[in-house]
C-alpha cells in the first residue's frame, strides 16, 4: 500500500500549486492580455462616443456638448453635416484637443475615410499610426505597414448615418498608448509577487501546521492506545470544533473498548462458573455411584442427565450466538400458532411451581398467528423466561401476558424482581453485559439469553423491548403482525 504523506506537506503541496496557479493567471492578464484588453477597451469607448454624439446631432444639441463629450471621454469626434455625397463637403464641426489627428486630416484624407465606410455598410474602424492617418498618400493598407512595437497608434472610426433626412458623418479618433513599458515593468514584478508568495506559503503552512494537523498528530498518537482502553484528552488538541468532536468519539471508544474488555471477562467468569457447575456435579455423582454401588439409583442417574441437557444447552447458545452473529444460520419461517407455541412451553416450568414455589401466572388470548420460525421462536420465549426465573428475586412471582392490538400480538413476560436501572435498559441486550457483579442465577441458563433473542428477534424484523424501574421489576416483550386469514 502506498504511504500517504503527513497532513503538514499535503497543506504546503496545496498552497504551493496554489500560489503558481495565482502567479500565472496574474501574469496572463497583466502581461499577455494586457494590451489586446487595453486595445478592445479603447476602440469600444470610440465606438460608444460616436453612438452618443449621434444621439446628440439627432437631438440638435450644439457643438459645446459634442465637445464637452469629446473631453470626457479623452477622444476626437469630427462631424459632417448637410453632406454631399461626391465630394464629403458640408458643414465640419471638430471637438478635441488640438494634437489629434483629425486637425491633420485633409478633405482628400475624410472623403477617402467615408468612401471605405460606404464600400463597408456605413461604418470603417482601422487602427493606425501617425504617418498612416492620410489614406491620400497610399499608406492606409495596413498589411503593407511596419509599425514599430512601441510607436503610438490612432483609432479612426468612420460612421455614415442619416438625420432628419440629411446625410451626416461622424469621425472619432481614440489614442493607444505603447504598453511595452508596462508589460515589462508587470514581468519584472511578477518575481517580486512570487517570492512574497512563497515567503507566506511558508508562513502560512506553519501556522496550519501548528492549528489543524499538529492537534491531529496529537490525538492519533494517544488514540494508538486505544485499543488498550487508554485515551487522555489533551487540552491543547481542542482548537477547532472538529478536533474536540474527535476527542470526544475517542473517549467515548475508549471507555466502550474498556467496558466490552471488562464484560468479556465477566461472561468469561459466568460461562467458567456455568460449565464448572454441571461439570462437578457429573463427576461427583459418577465418582460417588463407582465408590459406592448403592448409590446407582435412578434419581442420581436423573440428576447426571439433567447436568448434561444443561451443558449441553449453555453450549448450544454459545453456538447459536456466534453463528447468528456471523450470518451462518438462516431462518426457516412458516405460519404457526404463537398462543399454542406458549402454551406448550409453560408447561416445562411447571417444575419450578412444584420444587421452587414460583407463581406462574398465564394470560394467553385466542389463537394468533404469525409468520416465524418456531424453533428460534421457542428460544426467544424460553430465553425469556429463564431470564425473568432467574431475576424475578424472593416474590418468585411471574406473568406470560398476550395482548393483541389491531393485527399484531404481543407477548409480555413479567417478573417483580430488583428490575434494571433506567440508564442500562439499553445494554441488556449487548453480547457480554451483565447487570448483576455477583452470579445470582438459580437455575439453568447461559447468561448470553438475552443476546441470543436480540440476535433472533433482529433476524425476524420483530419489534422487542424491555420496561423496567429499578426496585419494580421488568417486562420483556416482542410483537409480530399476525397473518391475515385467507
Known sequence: MKKQISLKWKIGRYLVGFAILTVAVIFLFQVVLLEPMYERSKIQAVKDVSEAVIQAIANGN???????????????????????????????????????????????????????AQENNGSYLTTISQSQAHPSSGKLDRADTQD????????????????????????????????????????????????????AILVLTWILYKQIAKPLAEINHAAKEIPQGKYEMDPKTNRYQEAQELNETLMDAAQDIQAADKAKRDLIANVSHDLRTPLTMI?????????????????????????????????????????????K??????????????????????????RDGFSIEQQLGHSAIIHADPKRMEQVFNNFMTNAINYSGEKKQIIVREVFDQDTVKIEVQDFGEGIDEKNLSKVWDRYYKIDKEHVRVSNGSGIGLSLCHEILEMHHAKYGVVSKFGQGSTFWFSFPMVKEQ
Request: with cysteine.
Open 62 to 116: 450644439d457643438t459645446n456638448t459634442i465637445m464637452r463629450m469629446a473631453a470626457q471621454s479623452d477622444t476626437c469626434v469630427q462631424t459632417y453635416t448637410s453632406l454631399n455625397s461626391s465630394d464629403s463637403s458640408g458643414t465640419a464641426t471638430i471637438a478635441g484637443n488640438g494634437g489629434c489627428i483629425l486637425y491633420s486630416l485633409n478633405a482628400a484624407d475624410v472623403t477617402q475615410y467615408v468612401a471605405m
Open 148 to 199: 514599430t512595437k512601441d510607436q503610438v497608434k490612432n483609432i479612426i472610426y468612420t460612421r455614415i448615418v442619416t438625420v432628419n433626412n440629411e446625410s451626416a458623418v461622424v469621425i472619432v479618433t481614440g489614442v493607444l498608448t505603447p504598453l511595452s513599458a508596462t508589460t515589462q515593468t508587470l514581468s519584472s514584478q511578477m518575481w517580486y509577487i512570487g517570492i512574497f508568495l512563497i515567503a
Open 283 to 327: 463427576s461427583g455423582y459418577g465418582e460417588m455411584m463407582q465408590d459406592l454401588p448403592e448409590e446407582k439409583t435412578d434419581e442420581n442417574l436423573q440428576v447426571i442427565i439433567d447436568e448434561s441437557k444443561r451443558l449441553n444447552a449453555l453450549v448450544n447458545d454459545l453456538l447459536d450466538l456466534s453463528k447468528m452473529q456471523n450470518h
Open 329 to 354: 444460520i438462516e431462518l426457516v419461517p412458516e405460519d404457526m400458532d404463537l398462543t399454542a407455541m406458549v402454551a406448550d412451553q409453560l408447561k416445562k416450568y411447571d417444575v419450578y411451581v412444584v
